[in-house]
């Protein structure tokens, strides 16, 4: 088959690894012709543009960015266009919110036969401004009009949408996000240097998130429960991993509740080095206000680790509550340092959590089987 992908940017992220590793299995596994389209990448978040340019046909559409701008989006509209005019392509599948309604208004007008989205995170969302969030809204209602069928990341990213208006039920179906899944299983191997090269001690319990630090990813709430943890467990160590806007910001905030001892920044890691992150860290938080399904979570899991994160979107469809981890109310501080300190207390249980996750999900996020589900949903929409 012939598939072209479009994504607004390669960013280090989860929508964005998920695409690559689509691309490359389509390519690998089943002989297709792919072609990925994206705009400009640049960013404290870091860029996947290297690994794309070495694996897969990539083309960059200068006017294919982000943020809202009249002027670059109908631009970028016309590039779409020419590409695919050029492609010829049997399916186009768009990823992100830009990319999504531009992507797929530009395929449908050009009559491509198979049109499909990915929903990694709805651009709408609760905490959003209300003006904001209805003009989303109607933005997915019409360009869900102008796509045969959406791939939702987790069922509550459907429920989200339907609930929404987007687009009814039937429209949709769940693939989760797909990674490597072999090196999470294996990480353990790499704890002791990790460990070492960011300065924990042996008795050190550490409490780890991976996430931009930008707006929505939730770090506050960590600092915020962060004195009460350390009152009960002295010895813990919070390790932030990942850059963004805010890095400066949280520095000066933990700088002045005085707890610069408790807290390591690993800054910007290349996504192959998560696995040896994870490994180095007892108990996995997520905090987020906003996210799909958070692929920091099967990977703690797929790792061996317990996870504690608040209670959004997808994320109680792998953190099984007092089964794989802890799930709590978004924004909370008092409930996220009671689950801290009842994993931290209880070494069986996070083994116990641990485990559980890695037997239920290792084969759910494998990529080669997020890659099979995908091309069979474009085989029903092209056989029709």
């Given at each position: 088959?012939?598939?072209?992908?479009?994504?607004?940017?390669?960013?280090?992220?989860?929508?964005?690894?998920?695409?690559?590793?689509?691309?490359?299995?389509?390519?690998?596994?089943?002989?297709?012709?792919?072609?990925?389209?994206?705009?400009?990448?640049?960013?404290?978040?870091?860029?996947?543009?290297?690994?794309?340019?070495?694996?897969?046909?990539?083309?960059?559409?200068?006017?294919?960015?982000?943020?809202?701008?009249?002027?670059?989006?109908?631009?970028?509209?016309?590039?779409?266009?020419?590409?695919?005019?050029?492609?010829?392509?049997?399916?186009?599948?768009?990823?992100?919110?830009?990319?999504?309604?531009?992507?797929?208004?530009?395929?449908?007008?050009?009559?491509?036969?198979?049109?499909?989205?990915?929903?990694?995170?709805?651009?709408?969302?609760?905490?959003?401004?209300?003006?904001?969030?209805?003009?989303?809204?109607?933005?997915?209602?019409?360009?869900?009009?102008?796509?045969?069928?959406?791939?939702?990341?987790?069922?509550?990213?459907?429920?989200?949408?339907?609930?929404?208006?987007?687009?009814?039920?039937?429209?949709?179906?769940?693939?989760?996000?797909?990674?490597?899944?072999?090196?999470?299983?294996?990480?353990?191997?790499?704890?002791?240097?990790?460990?070492?090269?960011?300065?924990?001690?042996?008795?050190?319990?550490?409490?780890?998130?991976?996430?931009?630090?930008?707006?929505?990813?939730?770090?506050?709430?960590?600092?915020?429960?962060?004195?009460?943890?350390?009152?009960?467990?002295?010895?813990?160590?919070?390790?932030?991993?990942?850059?963004?806007?805010?890095?400066?910001?949280?520095?000066?905030?933990?700088?002045?509740?005085?707890?610069?001892?408790?807290?390591?920044?690993?800054?910007?890691?290349?996504?192959?080095?998560?696995?040896a992150m994870i490994s180095a860290m007892d108990i996995v938080v997520h905090t987020s206000l906003?996210?799909?399904?958070?692929?920091?979570?099967?990977?703690?899991?797929?790792?061996?680790?317990?996870?504690?994160?608040?209670?959004?979107?997808?994320?109680?469809?792998?953190?099984?509550?007092?089964?794989?981890?802890?799930?709590?109310?978004?924004?909370?501080?008092?409930?996220?340092?009671?689950?801290?300190?009842?994993?931290?207390?209880?070494?069986?249980?996070?083994?116990?959590?641990?485990?559980?996750?890695?037997?239920?999900?290792?084969?759910?996020?494998?990529?080669?089987?997020?890659?099979?589900?995908?091309?069979?949903?474009?085989?029903?929409?092209?056989?029709?």
């Amino acid at each position: 088959m012939k598939i072209a992908h479009i994504i607004t940017r390669l960013i280090i992220g989860g929508a964005q690894e998920n695409t690559i590793l689509n691309c490359e299995d389509l390519i690998n596994d089943y002989g297709d012709d792919v072609l990925l389209i994206v705009g400009p990448t640049t960013g404290p978040e870091g860029t996947l543009m290297d690994r794309s340019m070495q694996t897969i046909p990539t083309v960059i559409l200068p006017h294919l960015i982000r943020n809202i701008s009249p002027y670059y989006d109908v631009a970028a509209y016309w590039e779409i266009k020419r590409v695919l005019r050029k492609f010829r392509p049997d399916v186009v599948h768009t990823h992100s919110a830009k990319a999504g309604i531009i992507g797929r208004i530009a395929a449908w007008n050009l009559g491509i036969r198979v049109v499909i989205h990915s929903i990694h995170g709805a651009p709408f969302y609760p905490f959003q401004n209300y003006v904001v969030r209805e003009f989303y809204k109607y933005c997915e209602r019409w360009a869900a009009r102008h796509c045969h069928a959406m791939i939702s990341v987790a069922d509550a990213m459907t429920d989200l949408m339907v609930t929404g208006k987007i687009a009814p039920k039937e429209q949709f179906v769940t693939v989760y996000s797909g990674m490597e899944v072999k090196p999470f299983i294996e990480s353990e191997q790499y704890r002791n240097s990790v460990r070492k090269q960011f300065g924990f001690a042996e008795n050190h319990l550490v409490i780890g998130k991976i996430a931009r630090l930008f707006h929505l990813k939730g770090h506050e709430f960590i600092i915020a429960s962060a004195r009460s943890i350390i009152e009960r467990i002295p010895e813990v160590r919070f390790f932030f991993v990942g850059n963004g806007i805010l890095t400066e910001y949280y520095r000066r905030e933990i700088h002045r509740l005085g707890l610069e001892d408790y807290f390591i920044f690993a800054g910007l890691i290349p996504p192959e080095q998560i696995p040896a992150m994870i490994s180095a860290m007892d108990i996995v938080v997520h905090t987020s206000l906003r996210e799909g399904l958070a692929r920091v979570l099967p990977q703690a899991l797929l790792s061996g680790k317990p996870v504690i994160s608040y209670d959004i979107d997808g994320a109680k469809e792998v953190v099984l509550n007092g089964k794989t981890g802890f799930l709590i109310p978004p924004q909370s501080v008092t409930e996220l340092a009671d689950a801290v300190i009842r994993l931290a207390e209880n070494p069986i249980l996070r083994k116990e959590m641990g485990d559980t996750g890695r037997q239920l999900f290792a084969q759910q996020f494998d990529h080669h089987y997020m890659t099979r589900q995908i091309r069979q949903i474009y085989l029903k929409w092209y056989d029709r």
